[in-house]
Each structure stands twice: as structure tokens, then as C-alpha cells.
């Protein structure tokens, strides 16, 4: 069977899911002898014209952002976003609580009007994704899962349930027990509980679950008295790009 | 010499992010050189106003994928200052080991991935693979090792968890800290084939050289500083961490999204060679010798041997991270220092109103972070000072003075010395977005 031609591409982003990807080890090997990486920027100098899957980190945050992925789209038979800021947008989203003159202006000063940058908006808000890895950063376990079936071609769905199942599968104490605010409830799982594990809580970054799972978010809330605004500037955080306009 | 060249390298490769190298010589006379940044701006310190300082980790900590602790680090300092608090003796060592890790990782990164495929005459690591396959699998393992000591440590390396303003959420026990010295001890030999690898690459290395201001942190105490000091320079500044805005003088260019700075001299360098150039006397006896092998002594002026640089201190963060790990383990950790702060809703930590400074070296030089905190610990006005940022200013002077050296190469030639140029500085691009649009005003 011939090797599907893999390209990675990055766009807004801070590289961190792609460097996930460099630090699997000596694995990283397996991986490349099972794929044809035809193109890969930050390790690569080599290029090409189509791939088989297209893998991509980072945002949408220009219009030369827009042009470019556009562009990849049209030369790929399948698309993978990987990373909070290509599923859902991520920190980059936070960018859309200000106007873009006022963030421009702010750190540039005078230049600003040089620089230009639009609303975040995530891949899938402007071109068709086949698969999407959340995450920030991935879960290395969950990319290589994924990737299997896009290379197999077989349809992937995130299942729809909230960090909590992996959480108290791991044995932690839940933070609101401790009289702490986490995310945990509305968001996706797959990270098995990375964060909670490690003793910090769960900041949603790998987006928010579907609404019939949300509601069971809104008695955990009540139960623990917390200012609903307590939990909306944590939603901010990495979902605010959902607000955007697509551009598809 | 009535030479015309025309050097236009769009989205260089072997960097961290997007930059591009414009150099044009019309008749022997250099007209223009620019190191384009086109990164997307992110806007970072627009995007934290409002937001709590105990958050500030965890968003500024996306900035950088490679660099993600040196920037956890340091905006956990700059809280820290704002606010009055002071960590303990404990904490600063595990920071220190997770900088120290972060370091490691990104030299050998730089080393064997982005550098050394010059040195070797191909395009990437991939022919490597079959030719060389030994040092590609020895880079793969040295890149994991670091992140395993990360992951005991802080639960992962790319945006680390556990560290947090007041300390971390998880300490260490005996079992983990053994964990963390077998992969470090496992690590010497291929540390060791690491320095005979550069070793024999070395004459490789172009030695063009240009007199330059090297700013790093300075001490009075005997260690290599990398997570506090003052500020100095080799034209004998030196500063408290508040005043660095009297370095950094960032100003705008039209090029450039990402900001310039410049010191006493027109620019100035930061990270290893920096580092080397003001501290080498505190390095660990191992890494000495890595620089004598190297024949390298300060002050070198010679901006492609930053990668040299590195090396040394990769010798050097590998056997200061084994003994600050040997000496927790002989003197036991303290497990009830850890803290899960979250936003504060406990008020665990006091706040009030303040402004505070955190400066910290990481793998490509000096990182600022500058908070202003209202009495609630909300961050009401942000500066984040990229090293890479720092040295976009000393590249392109750099790259004015060596067009002149080698401008009787091939156009091929010369484009390649360019971009080795860049990739020397190992510039990290996403950080120092402050990075500018293809498409500029004047073109």
C-alpha cells in the first residue's frame, strides 16, 4: 500500500502541538515510516504541490490567514485540525472581547495601522475539517489515535462527554469540593483529566461540550453557589472565537 | 566590484514561526537588508487587561510552545513582584529545574534539528534519518528525556501545569525525584556525543564576526543566573530588573511587526552567546571544558557560534539540574507546600495594587514580563519583551556588515549564509509576534 503524502502546516499559534508531535522519541520514526511527509516548515525545507492529509495548527487571524488555508484546502483530500487554536480558536479567540483598533493601537501604538488582523476565528470557520484534535496542548495519545483514522479513512466523533467521567475515573478530589471554579463539567474529554491530575484545575481549552451535557454543568453551579461570571470569563478563555462570523 | 544580488528567502525554514530575509545589493552597494517577521501579531498584552494575574500563567504561557515555561516563569514572577509575594527557597529551585529542562530542549532542538542539517549539507533531518540514522535517534531521545522530566515535574513541558503564582500544585517525592535523576544520568553519554558531534562539525561554522553589546542577567553570587539577577551588559551596564525599559528601548520599524530595541550601542544580542560572553567563569566545570574544546573564551564575537553557545550550556543546565535534584532527594522535599490557587477564590495569596517585573533567561535570552495589578489583581496594563525581539535589530546590522564579506558567492551561497545567519540566533518567531504582514506601507 502506498504511504499517504502528510503535510503539516501552522498557521496563528505557538507551535506547541507541533513540537507535541516532535517529542513522541524514537517513535516519531515509526510515524514517519508509515507516512511520506512531503512538507513540514519548521523541520523541513522541502515541499510540495497535493497531500493526502493536511494537518493543521494555529487560527485564522488574517486574510492572508484566510487565502492560505483556502489555498491548502484546495490540494488536500483530507483535513486535520489539531490544537484548541484550529478546532475551536483557543487563546487566540480572546483577542474578540476588544475591537481590533483598540488591541492594534495598544501594542503598537501609532504603527497599529500597519498591522492587520481580524476576528479569531478557528480552521472549520472557514473551510471543511475531516477531524479535529482538541487540546492545548494535543494529547499525544489522542493525535495518534485520530490520525490512524484519517489515514484509514474511517469518520471520527468526539464523544460528548465532560472531563468529570475521566476525572473521577482518576480518583481526584473534585476541585469545587476544595471550593475552587473549574471547567471540568463543560468540557470536552479525551485529555484524561491531564490537568486536574496534576493538581491544577481544568481550564476548558478543549472546548465546550454539546448542550444536553452542559445542563448538568448548571446544577453543579447551583450546588456550589458560584457566580455565574466566575465561569463565563474561563469560557472566554479559549471558546470566544465561536462567536465570529465564518467565512466558509 | 559592480555585483548585484538579490536575496528573497519567503517563510524561511528551520525557524520557529514565519520570517522572511530580504537582501538587495544594486551595483556592489547594499540597498537593503530587513529580516521580515510575518508572523501574525496575537496582540498577548492587549488580550491580558482585565484579566487576573493568577490566570496570567496559563494564557502568556501559550505565547511560546518551545519557550512555554520561560514564559510561565517569568509572568509567575512579574505577579509575584506585583503583589509582594516572595517564594520559597523549594520553589525556586523546581523552577529553576523546569527552566533548566526548557533550555535543554530547545538547544538540542536547535542543535540537531534546525542547525545541524546545514552543517551537514542537506535540507532537514529526514535524509538523516537513513544516513545518520544514529544522531537522529539520539536527538529524538535527548528532546523526549527533557520532556519526561517535565511531565514528573510539572505534568508536561508545552504549557507546564503544576507551576503557579505562590509555588506549585504538586511537589516532588522521593520516587519522583529518582524518576527525574534516572533520566538525567541515562542522558550523560549522549550528552557526551552531542559535544563529539559539534566537535567535529565545528569547522563548519562561518566565523564571521561583528562587535556587539551582549546583554544577560549578572550576579554577584557564584551561579550562572537564569532565573534572577540585575540586568548587565559588556559595556558595563548594569541594572535592577525594574529599570528595563533603559535596555530594551523598543521602537517600531516599519518592517517589522516585531519591535527593536537597542542598548548603549546602536543594537544588542541576547541568549547563549550573551549568556556565555558575561557569565562564563560561573558555568560548571563540565561546561568549561566544553568551551575549551570548542577554543571558545569570552568575548566572542561571532554571532554563528550562538549554537556553540548553546551546546555548552546544555552541558552545563544537564549537571546543575542533576545536583539541584541530588540535593533535594539528600535533604527531602517538603510536600505540604503544595498550593492549588486557582483564580484565589480561597484568597489564599494576599493581593494589592502594584507593579511588578519578571526577567528571566530563557533559551534565546532575556524574557520580560510587566504587570500592572489593580487592588483586585487584575492586570490593568501588560508588556511582554521578547529576546528574539531584542535581537532583531542586532541581526540586521549583522547582516549589513557580512553582505560586504561574501558578496563575491554564488547567489546560492549567499542565500544559504543568510539564512544560517538567522537560524544561529535561533530565533523564536510566535514569541516575538510583534511580527509584521507581508504586505507593507512604502513597497
Known sequence: ?????????????????????????????????????????????????????????????????VERIKDIRSRSKVMIAYGSCAT????????????????????????????????TMSVGQVVDVDYFVNGCPIYPPEFVK???????????????EAVCVECKANENECMYEIGLTCMGPITNAGCNSWCVNNGNICYGCRGMVKETTKNASVEVLKKYDIPIDWIMGKYDMYNKSSESEDMK | MSRSVNVDVKYLTRVEGHGNIVVNVKDGKLEECRLEIVEAPRFFEAMLRGRSIFEAQHITSRICGICACGHTISSIQAAEDAIGFTPSEQTKKLRKILLYQEMLDSHLLHIYLLVAPDLLGVKSFVPLIDTHSNVVKRALRMKKACNDVCEILAGRHIHPISAIVGGFTKIPGEAELDGMLNILYEMRPDMDSTVELLKALAPGIPTFERETEYVALVTDDDEYPTLEGDLGSTAGLRLD??????????????????????????????????RFNLNADKLHPKAKAVAQALG????????????????????????????????????????????????????????????????????????????????????????????????????????????????????????????????????CISCSAHFLDVEFVGR
Do not use: W
Not at chain 1, 480558536?89 to 488582523?117: A, H
Not at chain 2, 533603559?246 to 548603549?264: G, L, Q, R, Y
Not at chain 2, 500592572?372 to 542586532?394: R, S
Open chain 1, 1 to 65: 500500500m502506498k504511504r499517504k503524502k502528510v503535510a503539516f502546516f501552522d498557521f496563528t499559534c505557538c507551535e506547541g502541538c507541533q513540537l507535541q508531535v516532535a517529542n513522541f522519541g524514537e517513535a516519531l520514526l515509526d510515524v514517519l515510516e508509515a507516512v511520506d511527509v512531503v512538507e513540514f516548515r519548521e523541520v523541513m525545507s522541502e515541499k510540495a504541490d497535493e497531500y493526502d492529509v493536511a494537518i493543521i495548527e494555529g487560527s485564522i487571524t488574517t486574510p492572508h490567514d
Open chain 1, 88 to 119: 475551536i480558536g483557543g487563546i487566540n479567540g480572546m483577542k474578540n472581547s476588544f475591537k481590533m483598533d483598540d488591541v492594534k493601537s495598544y501594542v503598537y501604538g501609532e504603527s497599529g495601522k500597519y498591522f492587520e488582523t481580524i476576528p
Open chain 1, 146 to 160: 485520530i490520525l490512524k483514522y484519517a489515514l484509514m479513512g474511517i469518520p471520527y466523533t468526539v464523544k460528548d
Open chain 2, 241 to 274: 530588573k525594574k529599570d528595563y525599559k533603559k535596555i530594551t528601548n523598543e521602537f517600531v520599524v516599519p518592517h517589522s511587526s516585531a519591535k527593536h530595541a537597542k542598548a548603549s550601542a546602536k543594537s544588542y544580542m541576547t541568549g547563549a552567546l550573551a
Open chain 2, 296 to 427: 571558545m573564551k569570552p568575548i566572542v564575537y561571532m554571532p554563528y557560534y550562538n549554537t556553540a553557545a548553546q551546546l555548552i550550556e546544555c552541558m552545563h543546565y544537564m549537571e546543575e539540574s542533576i545536583a539541584i535534584l541530588e540535593g533535594l532527594k539528600e535533604n527531602g522535599t517538603d510536600k505540604s507546600e503544595a498550593v492549588t490557587v486557582g483564580l484565589n477564590e480561597l484568597k489564599s495569596i494576599e493581593v494589592h495594587k502594584g507593579n511588578g517585573v519578571g526577567a528571566v533567561e530563557v533559551p534565546r535570552g532575556l524574557l520580560f514580563h510587566n504587570y500592572e495589578v489593580d487592588q483586585g489583581g487584575k492586570i490593568t496594563n501588560a508588556n511582554c519583551i521578547i529576546p528574539t525581539g531584542q535581537n532583531l535589530n542586532n541581526i540586521e546590522h549583522d547582516m549589513s556588515k557580512l553582505i560586504y564579506e561574501i558578496l563575491d558567492k554564488s547567489d546560492e551561497e549567499i542565500t544559504l549564509m543568510f539564512e544560517m545567519l538567522v537560524r544561529a540566533y535561533d530565533p
